[in-house]
Structure formats: structure tokens, C-alpha cells
């Protein structure tokens, strides 16, 4: 039974700095590729960063180039968002996503777990 969790979300002013994080239980037979999408209210669920624990490799939204970090503990299984220089745009629902099915990774769809989101609200 697989079983993703996040954590540290919260309240911040603008600039601020927040660390999310994402505990996996069980074992995702399926894909590499997790990654943190968000949600703000009214829309949809738009994806932030993606992280590929085989090789290592990033790919972040333009809006948080140079702000957001990810890192995988891997022997934790434990997947991290850093996010610095927090602006009121970035606020929403966060959700870590795992499971990766393949095709277009911009599709909530082509993830078959998810967490069940942390807040995060810039003011």
C-alpha cells in the first residue's frame, strides 16, 4: 500500500522561506519521476517541479527558477521542496506526486499517487 504525505506548509509574508515535504510508504514499482504540484483556488492543478531519483535530473516551472530547490532523500524516500523568496503567487494547495505512468508529465493524470496536499499561503 503506497502512502505519500506532506508536510510543512504554513503562513509567510512575502520573501519568506518555507521547506515542504514528502514522505512515501510502500513501494511505487512504477516510474522514477515524482514531482510537486500545487493548486490555487478556482484552478487547476498545475505542476511546479519534477525530479527524477534515477539520474538525478530537475525540471522546474519558469515562475520558480532560482527560487525552488527539490532534493530526494532517497533512503528515506522522503522527497523536499525548498522554497525561498516566497511571493503571494506562489500560494496554494501543494501536492507530491509519485507513480509516474509516462506521457505528458504536465498531466495530473500520468500520476497514480498523491499526497494529500499541504497549504501554503503568501501574504
Known amino acids: 500500500h503506497v502512502q505519500l504525505v506532506e508536510s510543512g506548509g504554513g503562513s509567510v509574508k512575502a520573501g519568506g522561506s518555507l521547506r515542504l515535504s514528502c514522505v512515501v510508504s510502500?513501494?511505487?514499482?512504477?516510474?522514477?519521476?515524482m514531482g510537486w504540484f500545487r493548486q490555487a483556488p478556482g484552478k487547476g492543478r498545475d505542476w511546479v517541479v519534477f525530479?527524477?531519483?534515477?539520474?538525478?535530473?530537475?525540471a522546474y516551472t519558469d515562475s520558480v527558477k532560482g527560487r525552488f530547490t527539490v532534493s530526494h532523500d532517497t533512503a528515506k524516500q522522503i522527497l523536499y521542496l525548498q522554497m525561498n523568496d516566497l511571493k503571494v503567487e506562489d500560494s496554494g494547495v501543494y501536492y507530491c506526486?509519485?507513480?509516474?505512468?509516462?506521457?505528458?508529465?504536465?498531466?495530473?493524470?500520468?500520476?497514480?499517487?498523491w499526497g494529500q496536499g499541504t497549504q501554503v499561503t503568501v501574504s
Open positions: 510502500g513501494n511505487i514499482n512504477r516510474g522514477n519521476c
Open positions: 525530479s527524477n531519483k534515477g539520474d538525478g535530473s530537475t
Open positions: 506526486a509519485a507513480g509516474y505512468r509516462g506521457g505528458n508529465r504536465l498531466n495530473p493524470a500520468n500520476f497514480g499517487y
